[in-house]
């Protein structure tokens, strides 16, 4: 039984404590209280006193509906105009700040204007001297600036000219030099019977002059016949190589040709220099 007990107290008290319940009790107290203090304190008997509230205090719009929507009032529509106010008064205090800030922002910009007309006022009354002089000192730095930025264009120009020359010449150079210089004994052979033959024939009595120039200036002499030229191609001896961006032609020697100048060059005989002196000193 006292278990019993405790758990209902507990339970009325939970449900006491729902805002809904608690709002509805109270404002029944408040919308009834006569009814309340007639029922307690009343010199009448329970019988009288309760015929006495039935007749004169009882109205279902005080004893049910009020309470409910005070209570309904309270529970659903009470915070949201709470949350309504504090939005109220958080916007007024947001529009004080930003009109403190503005006033601030005001007397700074009028400091600021403050500030220049004192030194406008300052430089007039110095004098424009200083000001010119450095004007045209910014005026000298800026014609160096552009004729070193002029200077720097043309640098960079003969740069890639350069770099340009320096992949045509590797190019040049790994064409005369992609292919192996060693023979096996058998291409010496046929390579030794083709320059006899060669030697032997009219273009090889321009090939000294042909393959000096070739070796060091990848050229054709001037004055040679277009017709020896085109022979040494169809030989094999030399080669020549198109620079279609340059609109230039080059000439190399190829694996044949290095191998024929080689022994051409080894069988030559070298004057010493007084051999070559004394060659100069005679009258004819």
């Not at 507990?10 to 509805?24: A, C, D, M, V």
């Not at 009343?42 to 509906?65: F, G, H, P």
């Not at 209570?71 to 529009?95: C, N, Q």
């Not at 022979?231 to 044949?256: A, F, M, W």
Request: glycine share 2%; aromatic share 14%.
């Amino acid at each position: 039984m006292k278990e019993f007990i405790n758990n209902l107290f507990q339970t009325s008290s939970e449900r006491i404590k729902n805002p809904l319940i608690y709002s509805f009790i109270f404002s029944s107290f408040f919308f009834n209280w006569k009814t309340i203090l007639t029922l307690l304190f009343s010199s009448k008997n329970i019988e009288d006193r309760i015929e006495y509230v039935s007749i004169c205090y009882i109205d279902t719009d005080k004893s049910l509906y009020y309470p409910l929507y005070f209570s309904l009032f309270y529970v659903i529509v009470l915070p949201y105009l709470m949350w309504l106010f504090e939005k109220i008064v958080e916007k007024a205090k947001t529009g004080r700040k930003e009109n403190l800030y503005s006033e601030q922002i005001l007397e700074f910009k009028g400091k600021k204007m403050i500030a220049k007309a004192e030194r406008e006022y300052e430089e007039e009354k110095a004098g424009n001297v200083e000001l010119s002089d450095l004007n045209n000192r910014i005026l000298e730095l800026q014609t160096e600036n552009d004729d070193r930025k002029k200077q720097v264009d043309v640098l960079k120009i003969d740069l890639n000219e350069l770099r340009k020359e320096k992949n045509k010449l590797e190019q040049f150079i790994s064409l005369d030099t992609n292919e192996s210089n060693e023979f096996t004994d058998s291409e010496k052979k046929e390579l030794e019977v083709e320059y006899n033959e060669f030697i032997k024939t009219e273009s090889s009595t321009y090939f000294e002059n042909i393959g000096s120039e070739i070796s060091q200036f990848k050229s054709i002499p001037k004055g040679i016949d277009v017709i020896i030229i085109e022979k040494l191609i169809y030989s094999g001896i030399i080669k020549r190589v198109d620079d279609e961006e340059n609109n230039r032609v080059y000439y190399i020697l190829t694996r044949k040709g290095r191998y024929f100048w080689k022994k051409y060059v080894l069988s030559k005989n070298v004057l010493t220099k007084e051999e070559v002196d004394k060659r100069d000193e005679l009258p004819f």
